[in-house]
Structures are given as C-alpha cells and as structure tokens.
Nanobody, 120 residues
C-alpha cells in the first residue's frame, strides 16, 4: 500500500492550502482516511479523519478552519485548510486505516509527509 500526498507549501497567515493524498496498492477495504501533523520535538497529532460512511473527526485546534473530504472511488482524501495560522506549521502526514484482505486486521498506513509553512 502506498500513500502519495501533495499540496504543501508556504503561505501567509490567513491564507489557504489544499492537501491531497492518493492511496494505491493492495487494499481490500478502507475504513478511514485522514491527516495528522508533526512538528520537531513533538508527537504526531491528529488533524482530521473521515470514515467511509461519512463520520468526521477534527482536532479542536482546526475545527471551523479545516475541512476533510474524500473521493472513495479514487481512494483519495483531501484537506482544505483555510484561515491558516503560524501554529499550523508542521509536516502533514496522510493516513489510511485499512485492511488488505477480507478477514485481515485493519492497520494504519502512512504517506511520506508534506511540509506546510505558515508565515506571520
């Protein structure tokens, strides 16, 4: 399973960015896809996730500013980030929680990370 993320970059505070991530490979069933982020010296933290049946979950810090969406047919997850703040600066990682065969366990898979830098 491979997750390829793109869309990071440098943006001024108050601006917007859109991240996207495509999952490919041997996937039987995807339960959820989403985004996490990490800054140096801190643990990776949840940003937003979205299950295949439409249930979303957001970190308090991004509620009302970020929107997670999916195209299930394309195994793609998006993160629309609006009203960005300098504290949103981090490496953003795409995540998929899936199983690779019909009765197998669900596992987390990660993309390579994409850097988002918000200048003040």
């Amino acid at each position: 399973v491979q997750l390829q993320a793109c869309g990071g970059g440098l943006v001024q505070a108050g601006g917007s960015l859109r991240l996207s991530c495509v999952a490919s490979g041997n996937m039987f069933s995807i339960h959820a896809m989403g985004w996490y982020r990490q800054v140096p010296g801190k643990e990776r933290e949840l940003v937003a996730t979205l299950t295949s049946d439409g249930r979303d979950n957001y970190a308090d810090a991004v509620k009302g500013r970020f929107t997670v969406s999916r195209d299930n047919a394309k195994n793609t997850v998006y993160l629309q980030m609006d009203s960005l703040k300098p504290e949103d600066t981090a490496v953003y990682y795409c995540n998929a929680f899936l199983r690779t065969f019909w009765n197998g366990p669900y596992n987390h898979y990660w993309g390579q990370g994409t850097l988002v830098t918000v200048s003040s």
